[in-house]
């Protein structure tokens, strides 16, 4: 553990959010996408493309869940 409480609580939220950004990323792109598409074609302007899908990495969920009951 870090000397500093204050400087190891950022360590902390840090290697969560990195989990959490990390989960969003690859679970709502593809939504979000689409939507964004959506908008874009309702003003009439060039949409996003969306053929490089990613695949969402098995256990993904499981791993960020599992990383945040950890840090507590």
Known sequence: ??????????????????????????????????????????IRRRTLPLQNQLRLPIGISFYTFESDQLSH
């Not at 840090?14 to 989990?19: E, F, R, T, Y």
């Open 1 to 42: 553990m870090a000397a500093n409480p204050n400087k190891a609580k950022q360590w902390m939220w840090l290697g969560i959010s990195a989990c959490w950004r990390r989960w969003a990323f690859f679970k709502y792109r593809e939504f979000i996408l689409a939507n964004v598409n959506t908008v874009m074609t309702w």
